[in-house]
C-alpha cells in the first residue's frame, strides 16, 4: 500500500523541521563542544566570549525546532513515536538530561560571581553539548539500521549501542563541532578579530575533515547494518549525497581561499548538512522504521494530518518570522544579555543606601528557611518520580 500524497507531505515537513534543528541546534551545541576545548581560563578567553556573545540570544529558542518534531512524529505518525520513546528510551532520557543540564550551566556561569562555580557551571555546559548531539545520534543510528520494532517490550540496548550507532553519534558530535566553527568564522571577521577568524577557520576545517572520516565510515557500515537504506543511499539518494559531498568540499575551499562572506559560507554549509538529512529521509522512504513499520501503516487519520497543515502554516505566518527578527538582530549585535548583566549590578552597586538604615545581611535564620525549603521541595521531587515509575497498585 503506497502512502498518500497527504502523508508524504507531512513527512516531508517533518524532515524539513529535522534539518533546520541540526543547522541551528548543531550550531548551539557545538558552540559549548569548542567551549570545552578552548583550554585554561585565560588561553580560552576570547574563544569563549564571542562563542557567548554569538549564542546568548538564540540558544534557547532553537529548542522550538525539537519540540515541532517531538510533536508532528507523535501526532501525525503515532506508532512509530510509541516504539522510537519504547525502545530508544535511555538514549532520548540522557539526550534530554544533557538539554537541560546544558541551559542550568549555561545559565548559572553568567551569574556566578565565584570563579570555582564559574568553573563548575562552564564545565557542566561544555560537558552537556557534547553528550546530547552524541545520543541523539545514536538514536537516529538505531532507527536507521531497523533495530526499532513496531511493539518493543521495553529499552533495547542492542539498538542503540551498535556499531553504526556510535558511529552516528560521533557523526553527530562532529557535525555540530563542524557548522558551529563555520558560523562563527564569519562571526568573528564582522568583529574585527581576526585571531579568533583563524582559530575557527582552522577547526572549522579540522572539524570538517573528521566529519567527512565519519561520515564514510558510517556510509561503510551501513552497507551490512542496513542494506536497504545503504542501497538507496546509493541509488535514487546518490544525488543528495553527492551535494553534500560537493558542498562540504566547497565550504573547505572557501576556508582555504580566506573567502569569509556571511551569507556564501554559512549557506554552503548548511547545504552540507540539510542534504544528509534528506538524504537519509529519502534512502528510508517508505518507511517510518525499517523493515518494521511503514509510512502508510503508521500514519494518523486524514483528519490529523490536515491539522498538521494548518499547525505548519501557522507557523510558518507566526513563528518564521519571529525567527528571522531574532536572526536578524542577533547578527546586527543589538541583543546584549552580557551587558544587561553588568548593568544590573553596575545599578545594585550605585544605588545609594537608605539613610538611617543599615546594610541587611542574611541572617542564620533565613539561611535555614532556604535550606529546608529546598530539602522539602527535593523530597517531593523524589516522591513525584518513584510514584511514576512505581508498578500500579492492584484495587
Known amino acids: 500500500m503506497n502512502p498518500s500524497a497527504d502523508t508524504i507531505a507531512v513527512a516531508a515537513i517533518l524532515f524539513v523541521v529535522i534539518a533546520a534543528y541540526a543547522l541551528f541546534g548543531g550550531a548551539d551545541f557545538g558552540g559549548g563542544i569548542w567551549d570545552l576545548l578552548a583550554g585554561g581560563a585565560e588561553r580560552g578567553a576570547a574563544p569563549r566570549e564571542l562563542i557567548d556573545e554569538s549564542i546568548t540570544p538564540v540558544w534557547e529558542a532553537n529548542h522550538v525546532w525539537l519540540v515541532f518534531v517531538l510533536v508532528l512524529l507523535w501526532t501525525a505518525f503515532p506508532p512509530a513515536f510509541a516504539a522510537i520513546m519504547t525502545a530508544l528510551f535511555v538514549p532520548l532520557s540522557l539526550s534530554l538530561l544533557g538539554i537541560v543540564l546544558r541551559g542550568v550551566g549555561f545559565a548559572f556561569r553568567h551569574t556566578a560571581e565565584r570563579l570555582p562555580m564559574q568553573r563548575l557551571t562552564g564545565a557542566v555546559f561544555a560537558s552537556a553539548s557534547l553528550i546530547t548531539p552524541f545520543f541523539m545520534g545514536t538514536v537516529v543510528g538505531a532507527v536507521a539500521t531497523g533495530q526499532v520494532p513496531v511493539h518493543p517490550a521495553g529499552n533495547i540496548l542492542a539498538a542503540w549501542t551498535s556499531t553504526t550507532a ?15 566553527a563555520v558560523f562563527l568564522v564569519p562571526e568573528a571577521q564582522q568583529r574585527g578579530q581576526q585571531d579568533l577568524t583563524r582559530y575557527f577557520s582552522l577547526r572549522a576545517t579540522a572539524a570538517g575533515v573528521v566529519t567527512g572520516a565519519l561520515a564514510g565510515g558510517t556510509f561503510a557500515e551501513l552497507s551490512v547494518s542496513a ?7 546509493t541509488g535514487i539518494a546518490l544525488p543528495l549525497v553527492a551535494i553534500s559531498i560537493a558542498a562540504g568540499i566547497g565550504v573547505l575551499g572557501l576556508l582555504w581561499l580566506r573567502w569569509h562572506h556571511p551569507v556564501v559560507l554559512r549557506a554552503t554549509a548548511a547545504i552540507a548538512v540539510a542534504t544528509v538529512v534528506f538524504g537519509w529521509g529519502l534512502a528510508q522512504y517508505p518507511y517510518l ?3 518494521a513499520l511503514s509510512l502508510a501503516a503508521g500514519t494518523a487519520p486524514t483528519g ?12 510558518l505566518l507566526l513563528v518564521a518570522p519571529g525567527f528571522a527578527l531574532l536572526y536578524f538582530l542577533q547578527q546586527r ?3 546584549t544579555a552580557a551587558d544587561s548583566d553588568a548593568d544590573l549590578r553596575l545599578a545594585a552597586e550605585l544605588q545609594p543606601a537608605v539613610p538611617g538604615r543599615p546594610a541587611t545581611a542574611p541572617t542564620p535564620a533565613s539561611a535555614a528557611i532556604r535550606v529546608t525549603t529546598a530539602a522539602v521541595l527535593a523530597l517531593l521531587a523524589v516522591r513525584a518520580i518513584r510514584n511514576v515509575f512505581a508498578p ?4
Open 166 to 180: 556510535i558511529l552516528t553519534g560521533f557523526l553527530f558530535v562532529a557535525a555540530c563541532a563542524y557548522i558551529s
Open 227 to 233: 542494506p536497504y537504506v545503504y542501497h538507496r543511499l
Open 289 to 291: 522504521l525499517p523493515a
Open 304 to 315: 490529523t494530518l490536515v491539522s498538521e497543515f494548518v499547525v505548519a502554516g501557522l507557523a
Open 333 to 335: 549585535h543589538l541583543l
Open 392 to 395: 500500579a497498585r492492584r484495587r
